[in-house]
């Protein structure tokens, strides 16, 4: 009896003490989470309520700048892209105006379909193009229904491009994930002996976390740093845009001249 006895009390007095490392143990990881949850929270917020409002060099390397600008009350970065591009004003149009998916590819080497919801307005100097890209998992692919609007100063001959979403136009498709927030200015100043400043404003939202977007700085590089391989690949000849005037160059003028 007496050994039945201390089997029984030893049994016992061993389950509390399991179950306190139990307790002990869930405390801990409840407390640890805790802390991380207010941890990330607290640096979402002194993230979001920071920033300039003002452009910062991020990147300059091989003629190319890039700027960043952070607003406060805002997460998501906006870029500036500043290079020079020898070209002319109607090849830029016709680069820009093209929907083959050859072009979307020399683009993005994501792009899945290109296609033209509302073709060239020589009226109103705009047309309207769809376009998906993949994204890699687990995201689903973004589709961009884009509006490009054309316009020109009559005495500088600067080109202007806005390319803004246009989400409405187009039903909505479960195979993707439709971009709602895109403005994205595309400055063409003409320089001289047929070279352009060609800059570009990115504001826009593809609704992937900003952690991943605002470290895009080397993409955007890359993107204007291959502009020029793009004009001089482009086949075909270029549009005929009445609206569009090429600025004199040295050369023209040397010619006019004499």
């Excluded at 500088?156 to 200015?185: G, Q, S, W, Y």
Aim: aromatic share 10%; glycine share 6%.
């Amino acid at each position: 009896m007496a050994i039945e006895n201390t089997t029984v009390q030893g049994t016992t007095t061993a389950t509390p003490k399991k179950r306190g490392w139990v307790r002990k143990l869930f405390r801990f990881a409840l407390i640890t989470g805790l802390v991380f949850v207010i941890g990330l929270f607290t640096a979402h917020m002194i993230w979001k309520m920071s920033g300039s409002g003002k452009w910062e060099l991020a990147l300059d390397k091989g003629g190319v700048q890039v700027y960043t600008m952070k607003v406060p009350g805002t997460t998501l970065k906006h870029f500036k892209s500043v290079g020079k591009v020898k070209t002319s004003l109607q090849r830029v149009m016709t680069v820009f105006t093209d929907s083959s998916m050859q072009h979307c590819h020399d683009i993005m080497s994501n792009c899945l379909t290109s296609t033209v919801v509302e073709p060239w307005n020589a009226n109103s100097h705009y047309w309207v193009g769809m376009v998906r890209a993949r994204l890699p998992k687990p995201f689903l692919p973004r589709e961009l229904v884009m509006k490009d609007q054309f316009s020109q100063d009559p005495q500088t001959k600067t080109l202007f491009i806005e390319i803004t979403a246009a989400p409405e136009l187009l039903p909505p498709d479960n195979c993707c994930v439709r971009v709602t927030h895109m403005d994205n200015k595309w400055r063409w100043t003409p320089l001289k002996n047929g070279e352009f400043e060609a800059e570009v404003v990115e504001d826009m939202d593809v609704q992937v976390p900003y952690i991943l977007w605002n470290a895009r700085t080397r993409e955007v590089w890359k993107i204007m740093s291959t502009v020029q391989a793009l004009m001089d690949r482009e086949k075909g000849p270029d549009g005929k845009f009445d609206f569009l005037q090429e600025p004199e160059t040295e050369a023209s003028l040397q010619k006019a001249a004499n």
